[in-house]
Nanobody, 128 residues
Framework: QVQLVESGGGLVQAGGSLRVSCVAS????????MGWFRQAPGKEREFVAT????????YYADSVKGRFTISRDNAKNVVYLAMNSLKPEDTAVYYC?????????????????????WGQGTQVTISS
């Protein structure tokens, strides 16, 4: 079992920045690909960003590319999502997730069904 706890959400004005964090416990953190997903009210959960086990490879949704940065610190068991130039449409509950399998295709690493463990989410609200 892997336990994931997100933090750092809040209310920010459009154009601002925010960094959310996710602390993992329970198993060897570096054995898991980590991802961030989000869910806005009335919408399905969507992929945001993912990072491989070593932190050397990342992939982003087109909607956040160039504005968001995912990173991880395997020594501290933490994955981060730094968000800049925030827009009202970024408003959502942000979830971190852990994938214990060696998925390598784009389709596989963005699919929520391939992530085994999920945090409870942290609310990010962007005001216009």
């Amino acid at each position: 079992q892997v336990q994931l706890v997100e933090s750092g959400g809040g209310l920010v004005q459009a154009g601002g920045s925010l960094r959310v964090s996710c602390v993992a416990s329970g198993r060897t953190f570096s054995n898991y690909r980590m991802g961030w997903f989000r869910q806005a009210p009335g919408k399905e959960r969507e992929f945001v960003a993912t990072i491989n086990r070593s932190g050397t490879s990342t992939y982003y949704a087109d909607s956040v590319k160039g504005r968001f940065t995912i990173s991880r610190d395997n020594a501290k068991n933490v994955v981060y999502l730094a968000m800049n130039s925030l827009k009202p449409e970024d408003t959502a509950v942000y979830y971190c997730a852990a994938d214990g399998e060696l998925h390598i295709t784009i389709a596989a690493i963005v699919a929520s069904k391939n992530y085994d463990y999920w945090g409870q989410g942290t609310q990010v609200t962007i005001s216009s």
